[in-house]
């Protein structure tokens, strides 16, 4: 009988030989954010700075937060924000909100007009070491955008789920983000 979902335990990778530093910028999707609507504000953003924030400190190479906007769900949006940040100084970009079955939720598609390369199954491989059931509903993708240098990832919408799936991905996204800046 097969292991269940919940048996499956996850063990970051050790870091890389002479790590990259990670130049992060935070993309939170949201009308309802952008419009300022929330009492609380932005929680997507913040909940993904901590898992950076918590990261950092274990990390061999400089992680920072270098960017960090709030859009509405609007396709041109997301994408405008992805290309201007990919090619000039983030090499690793985090998207939070976006991702759910409803008709505003475009983040993926947004994504995808940006990639020159998808990373298959990433999130999929991810899902398997969150505790909840916070990848569910994200139709979240990832890859490396136009210009070789930087990649995307669309993180779940909860803050919760951003913060738990962003902790699993980041020692995984530091070997990649490695391995793309040591290319000519």
């Given at each position: 009988?097969?292991?269940?979902?919940?048996?499956?335990?996850?063990?970051?990778p050790?870091?890389?030989?002479?790590?990259?530093?990670?130049?992060?910028?935070?993309?939170?999707?949201?009308?309802?954010?952008?419009?300022?609507?929330?009492?609380t504000?932005?929680?997507?953003g913040?909940?993904?700075?901590?898992?950076?924030?918590?990261?950092?400190?274990?990390?061999?190479?400089?992680?920072?937060?270098?960017?960090?906007?709030?859009?509405?769900?609007?396709?041109?949006?997301?994408?405008?924000?992805?290309?201007?940040?990919?090619?000039t100084?983030?090499?690793?970009?985090?998207?939070?909100?976006?991702?759910?079955?409803?008709?505003?939720d475009?983040?993926?598609?947004?994504?995808?007009?940006?990639?020159?390369?998808?990373?298959?199954?990433?999130?999929?491989?991810?899902?398997?070491?969150?505790?909840?059931?916070h990848?569910?509903?994200?139709?979240?993708?990832?890859?490396?955008?136009?210009?070789?240098?930087?990649?995307?990832?669309?993180?779940?919408?909860?803050?919760?789920?951003?913060?738990?799936?962003?902790?699993?991905?980041?020692?995984?996204?530091?070997?990649?983000?490695?391995?793309?800046?040591?290319?000519?």
């Amino acid at each position: 009988r097969p292991p269940s979902v919940a048996a499956c335990s996850f063990v970051p990778p050790p870091p890389p030989p002479s790590p990259a530093p990670l130049r992060i910028g935070l993309l939170t999707v949201s009308d309802r954010a952008h419009a300022q609507q929330y009492a609380t504000g932005d929680l997507g953003g913040p909940a993904v700075a901590a898992a950076v924030q918590h990261y950092a400190p274990s990390c061999p190479s400089d992680v920072s937060v270098i960017r960090r906007a709030v859009v509405p769900d609007e396709a041109a949006d997301i994408a405008t924000a992805l290309r201007a940040w990919s090619s000039t100084d983030c090499n690793l970009i985090f998207t939070t909100g976006g991702t759910g079955f409803a008709k505003r939720d475009v983040t993926p598609e947004a994504t995808a007009s940006v990639l020159e390369l998808e990373w298959r199954h990433l999130l999929a491989w991810a899902g398997m070491g969150v505790k909840g059931d916070h990848m569910m509903l994200s139709r979240g993708v990832a890859g490396i955008a136009e210009g070789g240098q930087c990649i995307v990832v669309n993180l779940p919408g909860r803050p919760e789920g951003a913060q738990e799936v962003a902790r699993i991905l980041l020692p995984v996204l530091l070997h990649a983000v490695t391995e793309i800046e040591g290319e000519d």
